[in-house]
């Protein structure tokens, strides 16, 4: 049997082969290329039964498809549906009540594209289409790795994608500036932070043998161009030819050669031009008086930084310690590359020198100390640090080192040398490369072709990106992977009028953008039909709008603008919101002082790669490992536990039913119809509304056991304080500071009455004769509320039904219809 069966695997291995000699023979006719690598071309509108449903040119091509099937679209979803996905897309929150009611009141003939176009125009568009192509960018704010040390800088091209969406660059040159802006405008800051893009590989900073290190960060830049701007699985053939795509090995590497120039520095200044000018005198005046402290330093700190280099070096493989070891004028471009990777991992010597003098040498570091103070009573004349950036570079030559075909994919294992190419598959000439004095022009001969209009791919995979991105699904479902191998796509010349309209429109993702949001697919309905499900169980076709749960930052975002808690401050240094008091590694996570900062919205979240927010984990937020392309959408129980159990969750949601308790007053009908229309977009039902009020009595009636029982209360934010007290403290703040007081300083504010007025008690308890004077100059200062706190003596809602509505309120915004969209 298994010789019978090693026979036939042997006949059909011959006959793949004798089939791909027919194919490769002289004189043999061309196979046709596939789709996806033949340039696209403006397809002819498809002849249609129901033209009046076609709003947008996209429609038509949908249509084509849902008649040929005798399928019809789905009827058009209510206004305040609409509104809600259009925002949820578009800002990745939930709007208000406010602006819900006037879309829906709005009834002129332009009322959507009025909507569209103030959606497209806010700085929270960014924000939402930003945090989307940082998964791709494999964006984090830390290395990796065991170290998973900090990148301080790195958030300038976090802010540089934000405001790139905002401003809508045009998306060839957004691709230019990201690959080779170093090159391309050396005297852009823009541009340098741009090419974070290729600096957010995950990087070890211990790693010992810098040269497979090389090989490995020139592997995933040529992966990750290969993925994210090409849609094609390149990475197949760093070891063999692509099993399945015509890629062979030679190529991989010939199209790895545009990259292996590249390095990064973290410590370019952040400003240019006069600025920069002006920081450079007043910097070397600074040195100039401090020259000779500095110099009694760095005595002290030599033996120590010459220790530790030469035991760094002595940890190196010894083809790492040739090229480090070479003289400046002996350096290849290879030794360049590793004598730089050396130096940046030695970025911290004098901090570490410091600390060794500290432990070993303590008659050194108190001098090292003295010195210090000394160099402290020049500060005046120190300026400001501008703060540096975080870029690629060609260390300032402009010869490349060589690459190798390399066998098996192993870095020392050098086969043939090649030159840079495109692969013949992905079309075109190769580009011609034009050196500068200070780089070697490739990868800027690389992002010229790749943001070319005659591309056949980078047109197509975004604009597959944002199709899948509006409606789950990719036109070709496999967003990065447009080979033989990956999805076919189920409209394919839906995919080409997108990629034509998109280069013809100058590259504008809002021009495109806003045909989708516009389009009379992207309103319909979201209920579902079983005669079309019969057809098209997977509704590829589009024959309704699909339901899709929200994205793990649109679910915290959506919760914190629900609670009126959202900071809308743009950009930044990341911040570090409160995490579970049980979380491991909690050293790894220094919470933000400034509580501002812990309700900033979820892209500006320190994104450390080996801990990662808890909240966003939970619910499939993106790993920065790798280049993540496409959002997975699980359903666990710790997620439903995460938002029910989590005690940061449930401070939301008192605060969510303070402002309903404000907003609505004191009704409760009032109040659960202001608390649907900020989560849902929409009033409760009549048998919503009844299985609400049961919950209220059902939980009333607990909760008053629980606080006999010695349970504190959970009351709604802002319970039982006085309007009067809180007019007081605003009308202070105003008169010190010039504004009111925000809810941390009121919070404060009245938490130190309370405080204070334990502590008369306990004075009144001891029969201090102060006692009657306090009284009264409480009962002055809060005009009928409880003495010292501010609290009225009458609240309006007796505790136990304040913390059932709480109760309510918890249960109502971790539903399913909150955390999803329709």
């Avoid at 010349?493 to 021009?511: C, Q």
């Amino acid at each position: 049997m298994k010789l019978k069966l090693l026979s036939v695997l042997l006949a059909i291995a011959a006959s793949a082969a004798i089939a791909t000699a027919a194919d490769e023979k002289p004189g043999a006719p061309a196979a046709a290329k596939a789709w996806a690598y033949t340039p696209p071309q403006a397809p002819a509108e498809p002849a249609l039964k129901n033209k009046r449903w076609v709003r947008t040119p996209l429609d038509a091509f949908v249509l084509a498809k849902l008649e040929a099937k005798g399928l019809s679209p789905s009827a058009e979803a209510d206004r305040a549906t609409f509104i809600r996905r259009a925002t949820l897309d578009a800002w990745g929150l939930i709007p208000t009540p406010e602006e819900v009611k006037a879309f829906v009141a709005d009834r002129s003939p332009k009322a959507h594209e009025k909507l569209v176009d103030r959606l497209l125009a806010s700085p929270r568009y960014g924000e939402r289409q930003g945090r989307r192509w940082l998964d791709l960018t494999r964006y984090a704010d830390s290395d990796g790795y065991n170290a998973d040390g900090t990148r301080p800088n790195i958030w300038r091209y976090r802010d540089y994608v934000i405001d790139a969406f905002n401003r809508d660059k045009p998306f060839d040159r957004f691709v230019k500036e990201q690959l080779a802006g170093d090159e391309l405008w050396p005297d852009s800051i823009e541009a340098q932070v741009a090419t974070g893009f290729l600096r957010n590989f995950p990087d070890e900073i211990n790693a010992r043998d810098l040269n497979l290190k090389k090989q490995e960060v020139a592997n995933d830049l040529t992966d990750t161009v290969g993925s994210v701007l090409l849609g094609t699985t390149v990475n197949c053939a760093q070891c063999h030819d692509h099993k399945f795509d015509k890629i062979s090995q030679k190529e991989y590497y010939q199209l790895q050669a545009f990259l292996v120039n590249a390095s990064w520095r973290d410590d370019v200044p952040a400003i240019n031009g006069q600025a920069l000018a002006e920081y450079t005198v007043k910097r070397a005046k600074w040195e100039a008086a401090t020259q000779s402290i500095r110099d009694q330093q760095d005595a002290l700190l030599k033996p120590v930084i010459d220790k530790l280099e030469s035991d760094r070096l002595s940890g190196f493989v010894p083809e790492t310690r040739v090229s480090i070891s070479k003289p400046e004028a002996e350096r290849s471009a290879y030794d360049r590359w590793i004598y730089h990777r050396n130096l940046w991992t030695m970025s911290g010597r004098t901090r570490n020198a410091v600390n060794q003098l500290k432990t070993k040498d303590k008659a050194g570091y108190e001098k090292y100390q003295a010195l210090a103070d000394q160099l402290k009573a020049f500060d005046n004349l120190k300026p400001r640090d501008p703060g540096s950036i975080s870029t690629m570079t060609e260390l300032g030559h402009a010869d490349s080192p060589p690459t190798y075909v390399l066998f098996k994919g192993i870095y020392d294992r050098k086969l043939d040398e090649v030159q840079p190419a495109v692969p013949a598959l992905l079309g075109g000439d190769t580009p011609a490369i034009q050196p500068t004095a200070n780089s070697s022009g490739r990868r800027s001969a690389l992002a010229g072709w790749i943001a070319s209009p005659a591309n056949p791919l980078t047109a197509r995979v975004f604009v597959n990106r944002q199709w899948a991105q509006f409606f789950g699904t990719g036109i070709v479902d496999s967003v990065s992977d447009f080979g033989k191998m990956g999805s076919k796509p189920s409209n394919p010349e839906l995919l080409d009028h997108l990629a034509t309209s998109f280069v013809k429109n100058g590259w504008s993702v809002k021009a495109l953008q806003r045909e989708i949001l516009l389009s009379s697919v992207y309103r319909q309905a979201s209920a579902a039909r079983p005669e079309a499900q019969a057809v098209d169980p997977g509704n590829r076709l589009l024959w309704a709008f699909p339901r899709q749960r929200l994205e793990a930052e649109e679910i915290r975002d959506s919760l914190l603008a629900a609670a009126g808690l959202l900071e809308e401050k743009l950009g930044g240094p990341a911040v570090f919101p409160p995490i579970p008091i049980n979380l491991d590694n909690r050293n790894a996570w220094p919470t933000s002082e400034n509580p501002h900062d812990h309700h900033r919205r979820s892209v500006y979240i320190f994104v450390r790669r080996n801990t990662p927010y808890p909240l966003l984990d939970t619910f499939d937020w993106a790993n920065p490992q790798l280049v993540h392309n496409k959002r997975e959408v699980t359903t666990t129980a710790p997620q439903a536990l995460a938002l029910i159990n989590s005690d940061l969750v449930f401070e939301w949601s008192k605060a969510l039913a303070g402002r309903v308790i404000r907003e609505a007053g004191p009704k409760e009908s009032a109040q659960i119809d202001r608390l649907f229309e900020i989560l849902y977009a929409r009033k409760p039902d009549g048998v919503e509304r009844a299985r609400l009020q049961a919950f209220l009595d059902s939980q009333e009636a607990l909760t008053r056991q629980q606080l006999v029982q010695g349970k504190p209360l959970n009351a709604p934010e802002g319970y039982g304080v006085s309007p009067v007290l809180t007019a007081q403290i605003d009308q202070l703040y105003k008169t010190v500071y010039g504004r009111s007081a925000d809810r941390y300083e009121k919070a404060v504010f009245v938490q130190t009455l309370a405080k204070q007025q334990e502590k008369l008690k306990s004075t009144a308890a001891g029969g201090d004769d102060e006692d009657d004077d306090a009284k009264a100059a409480d009962a002055k200062a809060g005009k009928g509320a409880k003495a010292g706190t501010g609290r009225k003596a009458t609240p309006e809602l007796n505790p136990a039904r304040a913390a059932a509505f709480v109760d309510l309120v918890h249960a109502v915004a971790n539903s399913n219809e909150f955390t999803y969209r329709f």
